[in-house]
């Protein structure tokens, strides 16, 4: 099977020659740069043979041009990135927020990290998916962290006008690297937790903004990941998405679950910071766990999130070998699909 084939097979619910794998971080100090992003995320690609590639855009582009300024110095050092000034530092101040254009500033940047990437992937069968942020987890950065604490005061009128002109910039941005060769979105929603937002909260301020933006997407391999602990899964579980992706094994829903009740293809399996700390008989096992759970189908296996810093390229090469053992052992993978052609 090609690359692509695989991941639809997944999706698809079928059983694919080998059970598809991704890994990514973030990469900072380069993020910035187009030209050389696009270039270390296919060096990235070719080095780990990952079946699909997500991009790895630094955590803040969504809020660049909405006039913040962000410090990045701490993610090399296992830190995350940090908002110096914003234009929201009252409610009055989301009136300020209004809707722009993707020919400049962050997002046109990041559309150039699309555009070359691509275009040096050319004649390489891989899926791409580009990384989104839900409408409410831009507000919230905007905000500085406190969108819960202003939405708590009840004066919400100015904070729904600024979601819908934040929704009107993602869905622009969503149609156009859907249209520009992405398979799909990866849609980051970090504020979609019990221990953040009441459910009746994100049912007003998350969901109908989130729905508005995937159905925005012309892809066909769009994925949310919900971010952090105690996810809003009652919410989140009926999404427009293609596959579902969450903090598996660090968080409920546990994966059988996930897979029985969301009906879609599960992305996970893996502890990142297991991966960030060396714990290779803590990844063989979760490994393990995700392929005999799911007999092969229905999963893609990667971390839960982003990959924490330090990255270790020995442990990084670690996942695909022993997931090539554990497929081995429990009689999947190309060994037990003879036959079935095409190329890994």
Request: aromatic share 8%; proline share 4%.
């Amino acid at each position: 099977m090609t690359k692509t084939e695989r991941i639809k097979t997944a999706i698809e619910g079928g059983i694919p020659d080998k059970v598809p794998y991704s890994i990514w971080s973030h990469v900072p100090g380069i993020d910035m740069i187009p030209e050389k992003i696009s270039d270390f995320t296919v060096d990235f690609y070719k080095t780990y043979n990952v079946d699909f590639i997500k991009t790895m855009n630094n955590g803040m582009y969504c809020i660049e041009d909405f006039g913040c300024t962000v410090d990045y110095s701490e993610i090399e050092k296992g830190g995350v990135a940090k908002l110096v000034s914003s234009p929201v530092n009252s409610i009055a101040d989301y009136a300020k927020i209004k809707r722009v254009g993707l020919d400049s500033g962050a997002l046109a940047r990041e559309l150039e990290y699309l555009r070359l990437l691509m275009e040096k992937l050319d004649g390489e069968d891989v899926p791409v998916v580009f990384t989104i942020f839900s409408p409410i987890t831009t507000a919230d950065k905007l905000a500085g962290g406190k969108l819960v604490e202003h939405i708590r005061s009840g004066e919400t009128s100015l904070i729904k006008q600024a979601l819908a002109e934040i929704t009107a910039t993602t869905k622009a941005l969503v149609k156009k690297v859907t249209t520009s060769g992405a398979a799909g979105v990866f849609f980051a929603s970090q504020m979609s937790s019990y221990d953040v937002m009441t459910e009746e909260e994100y049912e007003e301020f998350g969901k109908p903004y989130d729905i508005e933006v995937l159905k925005a997407s012309e892809g066909w391999f769009n994925t949310i990941h919900a971010h952090g602990d105690n996810i809003i899964f009652n919410i989140l579980k009926d999404y427009p998405v293609e596959v579902f992706n969450w903090h598996i094994g660090e968080t409920l829903p546990d994966l059988e679950e996930g897979l029985d009740r969301t009906g879609k293809c599960i992305m996970g399996g893996i502890q990142r910071m297991d991966i960030t700390n060396g714990r290779r008989n803590e990844i063989a096992n979760q490994i393990y766990h995700a392929i005999k759970s799911t007999h092969g189908r229905n999963i893609i296996l990667t971390p839960g999130c982003v990959i924490r810093y330090p990255l270790e390229p020995s442990t990084l090469g670690y996942i695909s070998r022993i997931k090539q053992s554990v497929e081995s052992s429990l009689g999947l993978g190309t060994a037990a699909h003879q036959g079935a052609g095409g190329k890994a």
